[in-house]
């Protein structure tokens, strides 16, 4: 078993439709990354977060370390966040952790107008 | 400013031949990543520079690679006598310090060993 797990893999949406991504990890984090890469593209850092809530725009990532699970949801979905989403955790607690991210496999997400 | 950057964008190379990527991390961050993400492969860890010294190496699949950092900034990640299995997307990522700091990619390096 991964010590990342992301559902679903793919994902396809209408335009306008509210979308979540879901995360669960296995080891203990000091901090979970959601990361976006479009095709052929590069790889931007949408959240950073250990605990709570956090948004930007169309975009919320909320994380439950007791659980071990983070959602990543967005709102009002458009063709052009159509990519990939990878959940990354950095395993490690406090001042010990120097940031070696642990990935998930991605999910593939399609909106279509 | 300017973000990471990595050269080449793209190399191919053949089977045997020894290949350097390079990456220029944001200036001022201390740490730096490398990764690789083979195709339809999730991403791995590869090393971890603090600084000039790498603290952790274990994500190095073999003693073919190897990698060094300059001056606190630049850094090479070599393979030597490449191999089919290799080619991948090699991804550095840079960030203001090792701990609780946000990582910027590179676009990569897109590496085919024919």
């Known amino acids: 078993k991964n010590e990342v797990e992301q559902s679903p893999q793919n994902l396809t949406a209408q335009e306008g439709e509210f979308i979540t991504i879901n995360c669960s990890y296995s080891v203990g984090i000091s901090a979970l990354h959601w990361l976006q890469q479009h095709p052929g593209g590069g790889i931007v850092s949408l959240f950073m977060l250990s605990s709570g809530k956090k948004k930007h725009g169309r975009l919320i990532a909320t994380i439950n370390i007791q659980e071990k699970h983070s959602s990543l949801h967005i709102t009002a979905s458009h063709p052009r966040d159509s990519a990939v989403y990878i959940c990354a955790v950095r395993s490690g607690a406090g001042g010990t952790s120097y940031g070696k991210l642990t990935f998930g496999q991605g999910t593939i997400l399609t909106v279509h107008p | 400013g300017a973000g990471v950057s990595q050269s080449p964008s793209n190399k191919v190379t053949e089977k045997g031949k020894d290949v350097e990527l390079r990456c220029d991390p944001i200036?001022?961050?201390?740490?730096l990543y490398w990764y690789r993400q083979s195709l339809g492969q999730g991403l791995e860890f590869l090393i971890y520079?603090?600084?000039?010294?790498?603290?952790?190496k274990s994500g190095l699949p073999s003693d073919r690679f190897s990698a060094e950092r300059t001056g606190g900034s630049v850094s090479t990640l070599t393979i030597q006598r490449t191999q089919q299995e290799d080619s991948a997307v090699y991804l550095c990522?840079?960030?203001?310090?090792?701990?609780?700091?946000?990582?910027?990619f590179g676009p990569g390096t897109r590496l085919l060993v024919l």
């Open positions: 990522a840079s960030s203001l310090s090792g701990n609780q700091a946000t990582q910027y």
């Open positions: 200036s001022g961050h201390t740490a």
């Open positions: 520079f603090q600084g000039n010294s790498a603290p952790d």
